[in-house]
């Protein structure tokens, strides 16, 4: 059975840091890009950040230079350091995986086939 588990959400005011981590189990995830994604309250799920099979990284551009994504492929987890965070970062942040290997590129909520169930990031002002 594959699992995702996020770990690492709170509160924490304007400016300050928090670092999320995933750990996945279930099948081997080296083949497949891992990223985060997080949604808040009436609005659609976003991408965040995504790190490929291959080590290549990508961000959404309201968190580029804030957020760093990296993976342990021996442990089989995906970690996101947030710096510097803002109010609108306040979300439910979600670990997920890609349905395609090898893929080149990020994947979208909807070329996912595993999540997580999301971890609570709320950011006072």
């Known amino acids: 059975q594959v699992q995702l588990v996020e770990s690492g959400g709170g509160l924490v005011q304007a400016g300050g840091s928090l670092r999320l981590s995933c750990v996945a189990s279930?099948?081997?995830?080296?083949?497949?890009?891992m990223g985060w994604f997080r949604q808040a309250p009436g609005k659609d799920r976003e991408f965040v950040a995504v790190?490929?099979?291959?080590?290549?990284?990508y961000y959404a551009a309201s968190v580029k230079g804030r957020f760093t994504i990296s993976r342990d492929i021996a442990k089989n987890t995906v970690t996101l350091q947030m710096n510097s965070l803002k109010p609108e970062d306040t979300a439910t942040y979600y670990c997920?995986?890609?349905?395609?290997?090898?893929?080149?590129?990020?994947?979208?909520?909807?070329?996912?086939?595993?999540w997580g169930r999301g971890t609570q990031v709320t950011v006072s002002s």
């Open positions: 997920a995986a890609d349905s395609i290997p090898f893929r080149v590129g990020v994947f979208s909520p909807g070329e996912a086939d595993y």
């Open positions: 279930g099948r081997p995830f080296s083949r497949y890009a």
């Open positions: 790190r490929s099979w291959n080590d290549n990284t």
